[in-house]
Structures are given as structure tokens and as C-alpha cells.
């Protein structure tokens, strides 16, 4: 997939403020190629571009290729192994998705570095809550993570998952309901689904 993003729309923040919808700029634009004028919003833009393949073209006012620059990954291979090891899932609040985006906590259009210290790992989904659905992320000097919902609130980090071990110093968070089972007489197993 290619876009035709003008510079400014990239640099262009249009998040919107607590309790707005987003709004698109007035200037620039952001066109699918070979889909016949078909636009794309300026923070899908930004949000592709988090981890996308740039080349860099100049144009003639009056439309005409002046220059094309060498292709350039945003973000290094390298950078990516060591996000992927240190996040290693999404890092969203109680979101436990493995197949994540890298994400610029400042985006790089913004002047935001392509350093592990400026990069989050994101689902899909949450990846796009925060460039199209107003959800902000900021990242403390240890490495923490918070999230704001659109209106500005913090959003509460969620309690760990808990761990499905044999492990005696692990409590069974299922315990209350299968002391209740028992009592009242019920069994359940592989079979308690099946009809008969």
C-alpha cells in the first residue's frame, strides 16, 4: 500500500481536545495510490507512518516530480528486535495482544527520535484508539506507561493477568466458584457442555 502524505498534514496534530471530534486540517492531504483519489484521514496517515517505509518527493507547483529521495525505514531493524524483546506485548492497559505495531510515543513528524526510549509496542486496535480515537500516551523516565482517554482522563492501568501454574504460592483465582460447584453438587468436566 502507498499514500501521497504532504509533510504538513503529517506534522498536522489533529487529535481533537476534551470533548471534540476530530477534526481534519484544512491544508494538505493524504491519497491512496492507484485508488482513484481515494483519501485517507491525516491520523490514519500518522499512524501508518509509525512504522512504515518513507521516500521523501518533491514537487513542482504544478505537480510535476522535481526529486525522489531514497527510501527510508522509520524504524530500524534493529530498534524493532530490541522493542519487540523489551515490550515483548501490547502495551496498552490490560491489553495482552502479541502481534503488535511500533508505535512513537512523540510522533517522529514532530520531532519525536527513533529510540527505543520514544517507542511503544500497540495492537492494531489500540494503535489506532490513540492516532484516530483521541486516547493519548505518555511514557515516564522508567519506562511506564499511561494512557488518557479522549476527554483527558486517565485511564487505570489494569491488575496483571493471572497465572495458570502449578505453582503452590499461586492462588486459584476460580477457587470461590469451584468451592460453591462443590457444595452445591455439580461437576463439571469435558462433557458437561454435551447434550444428551
Given at each position: ?114 529510540r527505543l526510549t520514544n517507542l511503544v509496542l500497540l495492537c492494531k486496535r ?54 460453591r460447584l462443590a457444595t452445591a453438587g455439580i461437576r463439571i468436566d469435558p ?6
Amino acid at each position: 500500500m502507498v499514500i501521497h502524505v504532504d509533510e504538513n498534514t503529517l506534522k498536522e496534530d489533529t487529535r481533537p481536545a476534551a470533548g471534540d471530534h476530530p477534526v481534519e486540517p484544512d491544508t494538505g492531504q493524504a491519497v491512496l495510490e492507484d485508488a482513484e483519489g481515494a483519501y485517507v484521514s491525516a491520523e490514519t496517515s500518522r499512524r501508518i507512518a509509525c512504522d512504515a517505509s518513507t521516500v521523501v518527493m518533491r514537487h513542482a507547483p504544478d505537480g510535476t516530480v522535481l526529486d525522489v529521495g531514497r527510501k527510508r525505514r522509520t524504524i530500524p531493524p534493529a530498534i524493532r528486535r530490541a522493542l519487540a524483546a523489551r515490550d515483548r506485548r501490547c502495551r496498552f492497559p490490560g491489553c495482552t495482544a502479541r502481534h503488535c505495531e511500533a508505535h512513537h510515543v512523540r510522533h517522529w513528524a514532530d520531532g519525536g527520535p527513533t529510540r527505543l526510549t520514544n517507542l511503544v509496542l500497540l495492537c492494531k486496535r489500540h494503535h489506532r484508539a490513540v492516532h484516530e480515537e483521541g486516547f493519548t500516551l505518555t511514557q515516564s523516565a522508567d519506562g511506564t506507561v499511561g494512557v488518557c482517554r479522549p476527554d483527558g482522563r486517565p485511564l487505570p492501568t489494569s491488575p496483571p493477568v493471572p497465572r495458570w501454574d502449578n505453582d503452590d504460592q499461586v492462588r486459584d483465582p476460580l477457587a470461590p466458584i469451584a468451592a460453591r460447584l462443590a457444595t452445591a453438587g455439580i461437576r463439571i468436566d469435558p462433557h458437561t457442555a454435551t447434550p444428551h
